[in-house]
Each structure stands twice: as structure tokens, then as C-alpha cells.
């Protein structure tokens, strides 16, 4: 199963962009690179997905590189709600026993 | 429009107790999952379902047991509980694709003294 790699924790000041980066050296060319944040006791909740393309949401945006082999959750102007662990996973067909790692925890300072 | 609900939010099991934690659905997925997240850590897969009457297990299945009889209820068995079974619990459905994206469940947090 393919693994993602985070850092464990990152900090930012409110009202700046965040780029927070994933790295995914083992996808396969159909693993789909998903991201999800965890707010303080609360489920996990989906921000963003993409195959190759770059993708936007309102929530965030989602730059993947070339090669797949990274990814990086782009928060155009963090607000002390976006204070969370962030998880990088990778979703392939068939692919049940999605791998969640620690993720990166995301520090807003005010 | 409810999405995954889980049931209790919180409980404390005294050591050998038995439970079921519940979850269900609105979203007509086929697939579900049950995770646990213990302090510090990632989620970890229990079991999963791709749907009625299937199930297969995850990562840590040791102690728990799941059923599916429809599709919208995957509720979760602990038999015996120990305290190394002290956990945060979710569970989540999604589609099939790889393109879908998880929905979750706010999680049960247990204890078991």
C-alpha cells in the first residue's frame, strides 16, 4: 500500500498562505491523492482531492507535481479555524486499507 | 441530510464488558470502514465493508467484530474488552471510485478501565 510522508508540525500567521507539502514516491499511476484535516475531537473532514491536474475548491487549493511524486495543500489565507491535522492519503481503486498517517499538525498564530 | 452518525459519543467499559458501537449512513454508500485513532496518531483500519452481507477485515481486527446485514448500518462489536482497546472510534462510508471522496462519522471515544 502506497505510504504518504508529512511533516509533523507547521506554523503560520493568520491571514497568510500556508503550503503544507506531502510526499508520495511510490504512487500508482491510478492513486488518487486526497487530503483531509481533523479539527480538535472531530472526525475527519474531506478537503480536497486530485489524479494529476492541479484542483481548487473553496476550501483550498491542490498543487500536484509533475512527476506525482508530491503534492502540496495550498491555504490561500489561514484563519485560526483552520487549525488542525492535516492527512495526506492516497485512494486507489480497490484500495480499501487506505494508510493514515500522523499528518501535519497546522498552528495558526494569531 | 445527516451523513454518518455514530452512537454512543462516549463510553466507559469496565474490562471483559462487551459493546456494540453503532453507525449508519444516509448516503446510500456501499462502501464502510471503522477506524480507531488512538492519541497522537494516524487512523488505523478495523474493518470494511463493500457492501450488504460483505465485510473484510483491516489492519487491527484482532477483538472486534462487524456485520452489514443492510446498507446503511455497519455497527462495530467489541467482545471482551481490554484496555489496550481504550480509543477513539470512527466510522466513514464513501462511493466506490478512488475519485470519491470519505465521509465521517464525530467518533465514540471509549475507555475501558
Known amino acids: 500500500d502506497a505510504k504518504t510522508t508529512q511533516p509533523n508540525s507547521m506554523e503560520s500567521n493568520e491571514e497568510e498562505p500556508v503550503h503544507l507539502p506531502c510526499n508520495h514516491s511510490t504512487i500508482s499511476g491510478t492513486d488518487y491523492i486526497h487530503w483531509y484535516r481533523q479539527l480538535p475531537s472531530q472526525g475527519p473532514e474531506y478537503v480536497i482531492h486530485g489524479l494529476t491536474s492541479n484542483v481548487n475548491n473553496r476550501m483550498a487549493s491542490l498543487a500536484i507535481a509533475e512527476d506525482r511524486k508530491s503534492s502540496t495543500l495550498i491555504l490561500h489565507r489561514a484563519t485560526l479555524r483552520d487549525a488542525a491535522v492535516y492527512y495526506c492519503i492516497l485512494r486507489g481503486d480497490s484500495n480499501y486499507q487506505l494508510i493514515w498517517g500522523a499528518g501535519t499538525k497546522l498552528i495558526i498564530k494569531p | ?113
Not at chain 2, 40 to 61: C, F, N, W
Not at chain 2, 64 to 74: A, I, Q, W
Not at chain 2, 80 to 97: H, N, R
Not at chain 2, 104 to 113: A, D, R, W
Open chain 2, 1 to 113: 441530510n445527516a451523513g454518518v452518525t455514530q452512537t454512543p459519543k462516549f463510553r466507559i467499559l469496565k474490562i471483559g464488558q462487551s459493546m456494540t458501537l453503532q453507525c449508519t449512513q444516509d448516503m446510500n454508500h456501499n462502501y464502510m470502514y471503522w477506524y480507531r485513532q488512538d492519541p497522537g496518531m494516524g487512523l488505523k483500519l478495523i474493518y470494511y465493508s463493500v457492501g450488504a452481507g460483505i465485510t473484510d477485515k483491516g489492519e487491527v481486527p484482532n477483538g472486534y467484530n462487524v456485520s452489514r446485514s443492510t446498507t446503511e448500518d455497519f455497527p462495530l462489536r467489541l467482545e471482551l474488552a481490554a484496555p489496550s482497546q481504550t480509543s477513539v472510534y470512527f466510522c466513514a462510508s464513501s462511493g466506490p471510485s478512488a475519485n470519491e471522496k470519505l465521509f465521517f462519522g464525530s467518533g465514540t471515544q471509549l475507555s475501558v478501565l
